[in-house]
């Protein structure tokens, strides 16, 4: 058994406290679970009422004292009938439970250990540390209040969950929230109301986006860049349904393995179709369409269109966690001696993209299939396939120089994967894309080509994805820029402002000017004073404000003022169209 940090400990016990501090405020309150998690803890509460903000702060005070209290953790085993007797007698349903479902996931369990801090008994695991005072008083913080269905099922009751942060010292715990702020700054769903780049309204569903006018830009951008680079590089497009019959998904697996996160099916004519949750299916029966020749390979399909999956209600963020989104999907069907190759070329191309989109710190992770999880690898027959596409992609990686890591058990049913790995903007790490190589569904779909030995072979696929779902990549985009668009991919390039009306018929002449050179760009009319539409515009992340008076005018110029850098000075329009369509050009 893995030995657990200190810190991880502490956060336990942090918990623990919390229940006690709650216990002290709501005598009649029922405990649910309150475990360690990264940067802190939760605990989940059945209250007499709904807690407010302001709970927090005296939760937080209660606390503090209980620290100081300076209670001893006081661990003891008993007897699971003494502690169904004793938790019935206090009324905690939810422990009960839990005890009855200890005795029934080991039958030959006898005892359950529980701990008392001061006045208060939880039925716990452990470990914890020995005494509260052990916890410095300033470098915890109790953050938020959420719901949560009891056990995650949304049939169960929904409990109230109170999260918190802990770290060994305060200065620690003071760097995360200042982190935790900045994140917040940056949040999508908050920039994307702010931006006007997309909306989520519950008329039209939970998880379902609509793009907005800008969000559309810089999306439609997006897909335009990916598309002339995979055209580029051999890579043909290609569309599919959004609907498929129940048959496709059991050939492919995904029913026997994916059908939670698939909508439930709709009955067409007596037969069920389901939303397609995923390209590679629908790119398998194109491919064996054809009888095709090793001449023909690699065969590199991709796909931008529309997908579908069941994501609860409670994991759903903004475009990082949608119900519909579109991925930038690609299958790459090849022999087994060209996959090494195809490899390479696939990790050059996102050495190209990230560079382009000034992503950086990222790291790759091969992603390993554990054997000993039978639910999700149980099936797979071949292992040696398994162990053959792992060290291809392991081969290809230590080639292509880059930083990876392995890591056993996040390899899809089909195959391992390598994905790319990034710190988000609340420092927990992400996967953005992903490159998977499979031996398995080939032999599924009894995909053929032609040897030149004349022999039918069995192609190898890689599902290769280098922005994800453009969706999420979009909202990764948006904070790490905190809607900072470079101006190539900018909604808001322009903003040309006149000083007064006096100068608004040249302003249109200047705005005219840049439209007819196909610069995104808007004007502010004299309706406010000047400094407040140039806040405006800063406000709404516009690369370039273009200030015309009746200096400008009569120089035939503008004066410039750059988002990041403030005032550049007086240029002449066609100096300015020049600098932009560099930039542009150069993708800065």
């Known amino acids: 058994m893995r030995k657990q940090p200190k ?16 216990f002290e405020m709501f ?23 709904t807690l407010i903000p302001e709970d927090l702060v005296l939760l937080e005070d209660k606390m503090r004292n209980i620290i100081k209290a300076n209670f001893k953790f006081e661990k003891g085993n008993v007897s699971i009938d003494d502690a169904l007797r004793k938790f019935k007698k206090l009324k905690q349903t939810y422990k009960i439970e839990l005890i009855k479902d200890i005795k029934k996931e080991n039958p030959k369990s006898k005892t359950v250990s ?37 056990k995650g099922d949304e049939k169960n009751k929904m409990l109230q969950r109170i999260y918190g942060v802990a770290f060994a010292t305060d200065k620690e715990l003071k760097q995360h929230l200042a982190m935790m702020a900045e994140a917040e700054k940056r949040d999508h769903r908050k920039l994307g109301k702010e931006l006007k780049l997309f909306m989520i309204s519950d008329e039209v569903g939970k998880g379902l986006p609509l793009w907005l006018p800008n969000g559309a830009y810089v999306r439609k951008k997006l897909e335009d860049y990916m598309y002339e680079l995979e055209k580029q590089n051999g890579y043909d497009f290609v569309y599919t ?16 393995h994916y059908k939670d996160d698939m909508y439930n099916p709709v009955n067409i004519e007596g037969e069920k179709y389901y939303l397609k949750p995923m390209n590679c299916p629908h790119h398998h029966i194109m491919f064996r369409n054809e009888l095709r020749s090793y001449r023909d390979l690699p065969v590199r399909y991709s796909d931008f269109s529309p997908l579908h999956r069941f994501e609860r209600s409670g994991v759903l963020t903004g475009l990082i966690r949608a119900r519909c989104f579109s991925q930038n999907d690609s299958h790459v069907y090849c022999s087994q001696e060209q996959c090494q190759i195809e490899l390479e070329k ?56 880059e930083k990876f890591e392995e890591v056993s058990g996040e390899a899809a049913f089909y195959g391992p994967k390598i994905d790319v790995q990034i710190k988000n903007v609340h420092g927990k790490e992400d996967s953005i894309a992903t490159i998977q190589v499979d031996f398995y569904m080939p032999e599924r779909f009894e995909l053929e080509f032609i040897n030149e030995e004349g022999k039918k072979e069995r192609p190898v696929i890689i599902h290769k994805s280098i922005m994800g779902s453009f969706d999420r990549f979009f909202a990764f ?30 302003a249109k002449d200047i705005l005219n000017k840049l439209k007819e050179n196909n610069i995104r ?26 200030i015309v008076g009746e200096k400008e005018m009569k120089a035939k110029s503008v ?24 930039e542009i050009e150069d993708k800065k």
């Open 559 to 582: 004066a410039v003022r750059d988002r990041e850098k403030g005032d550049l000075g007086e240029m002449k329009i066609e100096k300015f169209l020049e600098k932009v369509a560099r």
């Open 346 to 401: 696939i990790l050059g191309l996102f050495e190209k993209v990230y560079k382009d989109f000034n992503i950086k710190g990222y790291w790759f992770r091969l992603s390993l299939p554990d054997f000993n999880d039978k639910e999700k690898y149980g099936d797979i027959k071949n292992r040696k396939l398994w162990e053959e596409s792992a060290q291809i992609a392991r081969a290809a990686l230590k080639k292509s120089k």
């Open 114 to 150: 529980v701990y008392k801090t001061g006045s208060f008994v939880d039925l716990c695991f452990g470990p914890h540390i020995d005494s509260t005072g052990e916890i410095s008083p300033k470098a915890f913080k109790l953050t938020k209040i959420s719901g949560a269905y009891w």
């Open 521 to 546: 760009v808007t004007m502010n009319e004299a309706s406010e004073s000047l400094g407040k539409r140039i806040r405006t515009a800063q406000n709404q992340k516009v690369n370039y404000m273009l």
């Open 477 to 506: 985009l948006v904070e790490q820029t905190a809607g900072h668009f470079p101006l190539w991919l900018s909604p808001a390039q322009v903003e040309v402002i006149p000083v007064s009306e006096k100068f608004e018929k040249y």
């Open 27 to 49: 005598p009649d309150a029922r405990f649910g679970i309150g475990p360690a998690i990264e940067n802190g803890f939760y605990y989940d509460f059945d209250l007499p009422r």
């Open 7 to 22: 810190i991880e400990i502490i956060r336990h016990s942090l918990s623990h406290i919390l229940a006690a501090a709650v």
């Open 241 to 256: 349904p959004v609907l498929a019959h129940e048959n496709l998904y059991k050939k492919s697996g995904h029913l026997a």
